[in-house]
């Protein structure tokens, strides 16, 4: 089983929303940035967004700024990702991913950075 677990995922209409959650039952999330990373039909995986140990730092791809929002509970060891005016291109799907984040503010959409993944959820947009 995975260090992370992902769930949320399902079928969407165009337009609509889902929030994904990220969590593990194995080990704190502190100290790592988590990421969400999405395979789409046809495509290599992409990252879509990231967010620092400490929760102040956010970046996101450009396909879904100003639509998704990462958020972080570390009371609930859970990150989130808000997905709202969603798209049949956002059709994939979405994996969680953490990385060593020792200085707190670190953010990266880098595959590179990566130390560990879930297995993913699936999001269908339909049209």
């Known amino acids: 089983q995975s260090l992370l677990v992902e769930s949320g995922g399902g079928l969407v209409q165009s337009g609509g929303s889902l929030r994904l959650s990220c969590t593990s039952s194995?080990?704190?999330?502190?100290?790592?940035?988590i990421g969400w990373f999405r395979q789409t039909p046809g495509k290599e995986r992409e990252a879509v967004s990231c967010?620092?140990?400490?929760?102040?730092?956010?970046k996101y791809d450009d396909s879904v700024k100003g639509r998704f929002t990462i958020s972080r509970d570390k009371s609930k060891n859970t990150v989130y990702l808000e997905m709202n005016s969603l798209r049949s291109e956002d059709t994939g799907v979405y994996y969680c991913?953490?990385?060593?984040?020792?200085?707190?503010?670190?953010?990266?959409?880098?595959?590179?950075?990566?130390?560990?993944w879930g297995e993913g959820t699936r999001v269908t947009v339909s049209s």
């Open positions: 967010i620092s140990n400490n929760g102040d730092v956010t």
């Open positions: 194995e080990r704190t999330l502190d100290y790592y940035f």
């Open positions: 991913a953490a990385g060593m984040d020792l200085v707190g503010t670190y953010v990266t959409l880098n595959e590179a950075d990566v130390a560990a």
